[in-house]
């Protein structure tokens, strides 16, 4: 269940799926992008009773960048919040729609946290907090400076911390639950004779990713890739599925 703006919403369908983007070695960064999608209708959405169309949806996104190079089962444990590097990441970005789908409306967070609690297999725990007030942002800020203040490797030998009670307050956006890992999108050079083998190794290299259950170029209905298959900005995209099912 989630809480937004003095409301509860739940999950629509199955759990939220965590994905990775993996660059091409002429494009490449040393960090991994990986974003994560949420649906949500409200709390007293009842299948039988109401129609999908006549209710709002709620849409949640976040993303942010991984240190490269690391075994993807290495984020249990991690916690991604705003730096002072620019797009060190995390964002939420939350949008929503009324039921007659002609009402829309968007917020970019101004603060964020978002931690992998634990996994379990191909799942994560995650917890998202999420602020879009002003004067949550100036606390943030704040809680980032004390943080300067305090001597290196100090913090280390401290328990997990807690966000204190000014902060859990005024969250406009909360969530636990449930995060299945489900697919690596991989763009590859345009020219490269076999895209799914590179695909292979980028998540290999990258991710230190060696199971899968599915490997296509985006788009691809045959076996034959053709120079306009999956096509996608700087290269050719190919989509690696674990094998979660």
Known sequence: MLRFKGREWKEYCCDPELKFMLWHPALDDERVLWSIGWSFVPADYDR???????VEHLYVDAFGYAPAHRDWRELEGMVFEPGEEWGAGPE???SWRGPTDKKSSRLDTLACMLRFRRREGWKFEVEVSAWFAREASFLWQIRQ???QLVPAGMDEAEE??????EWTNSRDIYW???VTFSQVNCLVPVNAPKPTELAQRLSKHRLRLTDFRKIYVNGQHTEAVTPETGLCGDGRLVIAVTPHF
């Open 145 to 147: 400076m004390c943080k």
């Open 48 to 54: 039988e009773k109401h129609d999908y169309k006549s």
């Open 160 to 165: 997990e911390e807690e966000l204190p009670d």
């Open 176 to 178: 636990v639950g449930d």
């Open 92 to 94: 939420v970005i939350a």
